[in-house]
């Protein structure tokens, strides 16, 4: 088999490729596994033409999606890779540092209150402290929360960068956002920098509480008291753009007298009557915007809360890049998102270790990674289409990009650049069809990737082993599954479109990546088996109705081999992505709880949206955690921090009804012989569930922390539990 071995690097190879070993065994194992679900379908079949029943129909669609999706992430595994980049090389070909490619930087925001402005600058001055040539770095930051508290840190931060970038340079600090790197460095008390951040955040904090900067005493310079009236009879759903350039290369210097990158905030132009796009929107008019002041050929897109961890990274991105046997294709170099301060055992599955990781090298496999919203480095030509920015590959004599002009902040410059960022300006264009990034899904990551693969770029899928870039997970259950509640719905609105992966994707990228990007868009269907499997077999159980092969039946087997061969392969893939059991463990829960969760509201929702009741909006993930909550988070402990969330009580009454049945079932195994053998499966199936769920009935009947399950959602769902018994009762007995 010739694909499974690797390519033979060069000595002086920029990266190198290699197809995983297990990729051989992962393919036996797939056709195996196929027949045995072939052969489920097969029984589910004839058992249901032998007695047609509503019951033995619901099991059959529950394994069906199963069968489904599983078809769908088998290109994950058929040919993943891994690669490597060797930096240090990059300048033996590139030349001189005056001879790399000027790289933008667009970060975004949109709520001071769910994202600190402090941790968006540090963000931002993470990248400025980029070890790359300052003269050819610029950080633009979109805040759609169009806060003057916001721009007023990042006023605070271009002063600050004057001293913060040559500290990093002189100490050789690998973090270099300032907030990362003093919560977890022992620094003395009296470091200068420390004390001058300090004194930093508290004036932000300070303007932060107030919720405005203008009229006190936060700032003695008139001209930029001056911007600040701009704010008057301002929300953030209706003002005129604004774009402030703080830093500009050509004219600031830092403490040391080197040149500082160009930093320049904006918040696009929003009034009620125009769609903004979310995401999507506000990263166009950056694309927009930073052309015309600075046209950068290759941008990086980063959200508020990742960092970088490592001043080289885009060196990395380059080895790929500016590589001429990949240039013209490639439209993006994706990093992994990283996520820190997770608890040990990671209880919500926050690093999504499949997603950012695993299948990321799945898809590398096949034309590369999908879009994940942040950490990217994009070739701009991918995005805008101007052919004047293309990146000039290293064996080609094109001159590089033109620099577009001089001052950034000539009037002239600032009146096309505001325009840019205009309500109107997308008006009658083919921004976010097919320009730039795509509109019309809450992903617009993932649809925007996917529809640069069928448009026939490639990307590549960077994951270097000290993490380039590091952020925020969510920390309380409520919002990482509102998060994923989210994800999909934007992944159900790719499905549905014209662009359907199953139907447009696998004609236009290919068939493997049609099928990773299908698994993606019908995530959503998981709320199908998984709402099927949390209630169907225990509410059988408990009125004494066998649903499955009893384990004398030879077909008992096949339903063995099905969940262990599933379960196994996922945990070695788990562990092999440096995993732990512990966090495995977790990871399954959270399947469960999304699919009882997420998955059913998200879908609920999307059909609202869909038929018009309601609308979608982006709801930020908040970065903030109080003390109390995060003190429980880094014990373990299930967060259902005091809030009524629908999501719990879906939660709660699943847990209720398997303790419930899988009680009785016990009970009942035991007093009368045969029984356990009969129903096995489902004692097995619903004492699983419980295994699961143990932490939720801790924080239904024990806890007494204000992180416990709220009284009320208790109440329901005991309440909805039983009603569901009575359904039970009704349909199995009567
Ligand atoms: O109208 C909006 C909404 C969000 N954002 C920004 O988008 C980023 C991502 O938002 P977040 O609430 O953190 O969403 P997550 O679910 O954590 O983000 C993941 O999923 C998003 C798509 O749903 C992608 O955009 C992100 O890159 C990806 O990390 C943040 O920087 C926000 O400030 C905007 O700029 N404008
Ligand atoms: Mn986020």
Redesign the pocket.
Known sequence: MTTLSATKPKPSALHTLKVDPLARFNRVHSLLYSLGILALLYRHCTSFLASPSFLSLLLFLADLVLAFMWGLVQPFRWRSVRRREFPERLMDTVGRREDLPALDVFI????PHK?PPMSVVSTALSVMAFDYPTDRLSVYV?D?GGSEVTLFAFMEAAMFARYWLPFCRENGVQERSPEAYFSSNMCENYDKMKMMYQAMKEKVENALQRGHVAGNDLIAASEELEIFKKWKGFTRRDHPSIIQVLLESSKDADIMGDALPNLIYVSREKNITSPHH??AG?LNALVRVSSIMTNAPVVLTL???MYSNDPKSPFRALCYLLDPAMASKLAYVQFP?HFEGLNEGDIYGGEIKRLFRTNARGMDGFGGPNY???NCFFSRRALGGIRSSALAPLDSHESKEPRPCGSLRLDSVMKRAHEAAGCDYEVGTKWGSTIGFRYGS????FYTGYRLHCEGWVSVFCDPERPAFSGDAPKNLNDALG?VK??CI?LLEVAISKHNPLTFGIRKASLPLGLCYGYYAYWGSWCIPSTIYAFLPPLALINQKRLFPEVSDPWFYLYAYLFLAAYSTDLVDFLRAEGTIHRWWNDQRMWMVRGVTSFPFGTTQFVLNHVGISTPG?N??SKVTEEEQSERYDKGMFDFGGVASPFFVGLGTVAIVNLSSFLMGIARAARIEGVFDEMFVQLFLSGFVVANCLPIYEAMFLRKDAGKMPGNVTLISILVAGFLHLIGYFMFTI
Not at 108 to 111: E, F, L, M, Y
């Open positions: 975004c925001t949109a709520d994202e979109s759609d979310f995401k506000a959200d508020c809360d998102q994940v919203g942040s809450l992903v617009e990551d998060q989210r994800w934007g982006f930020v993930t």
